[in-house]
């Protein structure tokens, strides 16, 4: 029987695997240098990637949020800072990981009102 076009990665396996397969290639990559990264966004886009990151021995420093309740506190010892505290932490790869385009081209122009360019400081990973 065929399968629906997108149904393997609309599958939670299907995602799983994609995602490791995108983690391996940027851990490879952009991450290459780095044990350690920034994560922007850490809805089930940005757990899943971390999760496929850490089973590559890349862990978060620090976790950009904007939900309130999660500033301040410690996702798996990443610290959990605002999007304008960036500037202040040690330089690190920064990946972000939120699944929508708009906010993914709001962000892109905070990174970049920053003084941060993409591919060579940032990259967009959802």
Known sequence: MASKPGSFLASGEGLDRFTACKASY??????????????????????????AFAALGKHPSHIVEVKPGRIGK????????????LPSVEARPIVVSVAHEGPRAEIRGILTSMGFVEREHFVCAA
Do not use: M, N
């Open 74 to 85: 410690r996702i798996h010892g990443a610290a959990v800072i605002r999007p304008d505290a």
């Open 26 to 51: 940027l851990a490879a990559g952009f991450l290459k240098e780095s044990d350690r990264y920034i994560l922007w966004g850490f809805g089930g886009t940005g757990q899943t990637l971390r999760r």
